[in-house]
């Protein structure tokens, strides 16, 4: 069998390239080794940038049907649980995009409606139940988990986009390093109050919780452990974990309660790694295969969707141009390692300020979180960053007015400066309008 580009793991990261590569008639074979949905939690918040690029797959109606938009996430400090809080809100409204919110969307929701588009498309194939096998050259043996038969697919380009545990990029033999954290999450969905319509991070000196609206009143949470107490945990009566959510936020009495079983509360371990080859012959690796970050910025499933649209985008001009030397991926990492690079450090800051359990680390974690409110420019160039629409990195004087030694800056940056700071589309594909490919 024949296809043009093979994608090994039908995940976020996948379907967005399959989607991609179909709407430019490429033919597409994306083989995925589970036969229906994933039980297991996965990223849900989609940032300014992911629905851009959803924008120009023709999928952003369907998203917006199954989502729910969050424009603020209300940051609450408490001394102590149940005792007065402390409130800032860092605003996505600022953002200079058609889209200034983020968007909670199930993972497997989403994955149906960038599948289903892509079937649309004569060039698009997609086969569940399917594992990528074993890997020689431009041949790959894909295996039908049901009827155990094997068949080879020859492809021009190959992609691995099979998450943390990746074929091809064993294959390629890509080295990743893991880095563990200190804690770990427990994560979990159940009914949320109407009213409880925005994200929330709730903290004291010493836990953490992020709540995290989705549609039909629905909210997912994550409550930040320390590493290793999960055993513990789970030896305790589950009204234990409703008492631990309800110090932290008293609105979640009568809700969280309907969590009767440790069953339906998942273990999250954290951890990060980010290879130094994407790109190696005709492979190249996307997502969660090529580099894995600290949920806490929500960003994983983000990076692996811009991943698809960058190298989609390409390989679309390389098949239009008939420039098909495999050189040519690497205008891909070109444009994206710097960027991920960054957002993991962004991730990575975040998870240290939120996971040492000393008081006085709360209390400048506080203090700076509100001068970042309130200084026009960290607060935009914070939601920037994460928004995935442009890098601003901070600088030290950024920090020094966050730590309170300057003065905060109370003037807004004007659409015009603001249009400076995101992403043109000559940063974003630098290959276009130039002889630049081979
Ligand atoms: C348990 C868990 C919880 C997470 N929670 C969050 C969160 O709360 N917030 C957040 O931002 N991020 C979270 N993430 C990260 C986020 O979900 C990922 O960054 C994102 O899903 C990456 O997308 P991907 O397409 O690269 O990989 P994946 O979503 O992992 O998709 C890879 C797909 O490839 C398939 N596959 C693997 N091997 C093969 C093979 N040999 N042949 C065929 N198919 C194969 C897998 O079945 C899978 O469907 C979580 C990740 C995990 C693992």
Redesign the pocket.
């Known amino acids: 069998m024949k296809t043009n580009v093979f994608i090994?793991?039908?995940?976020?990261?996948?379907l967005t390239l399959g989607l991609k590569l179909a709407r430019c008639n490429i033919d597409v074979t994306v083989?995925?080794?589970?036969p229906g949905p994933?039980s297991?939690?996965?990223?849900?918040?989609l940032q300014p940038k992911s629905l851009e690029i959803f924008d120009s797959l023709g999928v952003i109606d369907d998203v917006f049907q199954n989502g729910h938009s969050i424009s603020d996430l209300e940051l609450i400090e408490l001394k102590r649980a149940k005792s007065k809080a402390e409130h800032s809100t860092m605003s996505y409204s600022i953002l200079p995009t058609p889209y200034p919110f983020s968007l909670m969307i199930h993972?497997e929701t989403l994955k149906d409606i960038l599948r289903q588009k892509g079937e649309e498309y004569p060039s698009f194939h997609y086969r569940a139940n399917?594992?990528?096998k074993k890997i020689n050259g431009h041949t790959v043996t894909v295996e039908d988990r049901e009827t155990k038969a094997e068949t080879e697919i020859h492809s021009d380009f190959i992609i691995g986009?099979?998450?943390?545990?990746?074929?091809t990029r064993d294959y390629m033999e890509v080295d990743v390093k893991e880095k563990k954290y200190n804690h770990h999450f427990l994560?979990v969905t159940f009914p949320r109050p109407m009213e409880m319509v925005k994200g929330r991070i709730i903290s004291t000196y010493q836990s953490f919780l992020g709540l995290f609206p989705l549609p039909d009143n629905e909210v997912r949470s994550?409550y930040l452990i320390p590493a290793g107490e999960y055993k513990t945990l789970r030896k305790k009566p589950i009204s234990e974990f409703h008492k631990l959510y309800i110090e932290m936020c008293p609105d979640l009495d009568g809700y969280v309660n309907q969590i009767e079983d440790w069953k339906k509360i998942?273990l999250?371990v954290p951890l990060k790694y980010h290879a130094e080859t994407y790109v190696r012959d005709h492979f190249a690796l996307?997502?969660?295969?090529v580099h894995?970050v600290h949920?806490m910025a929500?960003?994983?499933?983000n990076?692996?969707i811009q991943d698809g649209s960058i190298l989609g985008e390409l390989l679309c001009d390389m098949y239009k141009e008939g420039k098909l030397n495999p050189a040519n991926l690497e205008w891909y990492p070109k444009v994206r390692k710097k960027r991920v690079a960054h957002q993991m450090h962004l991730s990575h800051l975040s998870a240290l300020v939120y996971s040492y359990p000393y008081r006085p680390v709360g209390w400048l974690r506080n203090k700076s979180l509100q001068r970042m409110e309130r200084d026009s420019i960290s607060h935009y160039k914070q939601m920037l960053n994460i928004s995935g629409l442009g890098m601003w990195r901070e600088t030290l004087y950024d920090r020094m007015i966050q730590g309170g030694m300057l003065p905060i800056r109370h003037d807004s940056l004007t659409d015009e400066e603001k249009s400076t700071t995101t992403f043109t589309e000559n940063q974003d594909y630098p290959w276009k309008g130039k002889e630049a490919l081979q």
Do not use: F, N, W
């Open positions: 090994s793991g039908g995940g976020i990261g996948g083989v995925e080794r589970l994933g297991v939690y996965k990223g849900e918040l993972h399917t594992v990528c986009a099979e998450g943390r545990s990746s074929v994560t994550v998942q999250m996307i997502g969660d295969a894995t949920p929500g960003e994983g499933m990076m692996a």
